[in-house]
């Protein structure tokens, strides 16, 4: 029986050591132990807070000029390993890591009991970028969500009509500007809470120009979800 068990589940292996897995998934118990997340951070976006103790309070910049989303969900902070992960993902057609970083932040959502949306929609990438890579890595993390956290997948409501230039490198006020009116949302969304699914966060600028298109057609909240977020 346990060959046919170990045939049928063949043991996780640790992405990043080659160690053997640990709850089923292909990272190890140390490797997943360095996965962790600033703290405490502010309650909207997720940014690392100065003064430690806080555990209920908005950053500066939140509160001077609030984001139009409502709260931003990471698994953990842009930093190794978890850029290596992402980078590997990104970059190096290594799809099956979308299966490890989806349930990972699945658990982690289940966890700390967030409260679930209606439904997820990955940000889009503009169909020249995605011919070039042959994928989306925001939707193939997202269809992880959706299936183990039982939340609708949307992902035909949204689409970037813009070809932007990669934000990555670009500094926060250029980053707005080239995304500024990238996104289409063409069904609608009146009366949803919804959560954008994405790798990175950075600056914001992207999920924050996805929230304002959605939010005018009619959602009723927006929440953030990245696997990292970058302390910028
Ligand atoms: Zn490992
Ligand atoms: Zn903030």
Known sequence: MDIIRSLL???SRCVLCGSTGYNDVDLCAPCSAELRPANPICVCCALPLTTPGDSQHFCGSCLQNPPPYSF???LADYAPPLDRIILQLKFNQKLHLARLLGTLMARDIRQQALTLPDLLIPVPLHKQRLQQRGYNQALEIARILARALNVKLDRHSCV?????REQTGLPAQQRKTNIKGAFQVRHDVRGK???IVDDVMTTGSTVAELSKALLQQGARRIDVWVCARANV
């Open 9 to 11: 589940n063949p043991a």
């Open 72 to 74: 931003v969900y990471r």
């Open 193 to 195: 809470h919804i959560a």
């Open 160 to 164: 970037r009509h813009k070809a932007t």
